[in-house]
Every structure is written in C-alpha cells, then in structure tokens.
C-alpha cells in the first residue's frame, strides 16, 4: 500500500506496536501521489476523555463501538505497511474539528 490510496479523515486499525494490540487512528495527513516516505501521519483514538482541547469528540460512527475521542496530543507517523484496515470515513465536520485542535496543539495561526 501506498500513502496515494490514503486520505484525510479516513479511520484505519494501525498496529502502533503497543503491545501486540492495535488501535484506531485518523489519517491527518495530507493526500500526496509522490511521497518522499511512505508513512502516514495520524491521530490516534481513544476512549478516554478528560475534556482538553487537546481532545475532539467524535459523532457516533457505525463502524466503532464506543464513543470515541481524537487525541491530538497523540499525534505521530507510521509506515503504511502497519495500517491492518480500514474502519471507515470521519465526516468532513470532524475532520475540520481535528486539524483546528491541532493548530491549537502546535500554536499555528490561520491567517
């Protein structure tokens, strides 16, 4: 697999090597046919919430079982190769959600 058949806001089960468990994340990275790398940047989900705006909460999605919450704070690459299967897709409400969380988590300003 290659990063060109990802997209922003899709949720893939990734094995982040925690444990032999894997773990739902959100692609945040951008689309890009040519990529230097092939690594995927992600947000990991979680179940835990401690009201941070570090934190989004996300709508209830058919294909996760339990509220969720994107964990900016958690944000990292991996290699596409550990990304098991797609979950499914976040609206584009949610996504709009994760990437204003995480200009908050880097202290970038839209102009």
């Known amino acids: 697999m290659s990063l060109m058949n990802l997209k922003p806001g899709e949720v893939w089960l990734a094995d982040l090597g925690l444990a032999a468990k894997t773990r739902p994340v959100v692609i945040v990275s951008r ?20 009201g941070s705006a570090y934190e989004v909460a996300l709508p209830k999605l058919s294909f996760l079982n339990r509220n969720s919450f994107a964990n900016v704070q958690g944000i990292g690459s991996v290699p596409t190769a550990r990304l098991e299967r797609k979950l499914g ?4 409400s949610a996504l709009e959600e994760i990437r204003a969380a995480i200009r908050f988590a880097l202290d970038i300003e839209v102009e």
Request: negative net charge; proline residues 21%.
């Open 31 to 50: 689309s890009d046919p040519d990529p230097p790398r092939v690594l995927a940047i992600y947000v990991p989900l979680t179940t835990q919430y401690r």
């Open 89 to 92: 897709d976040l609206p584009s």
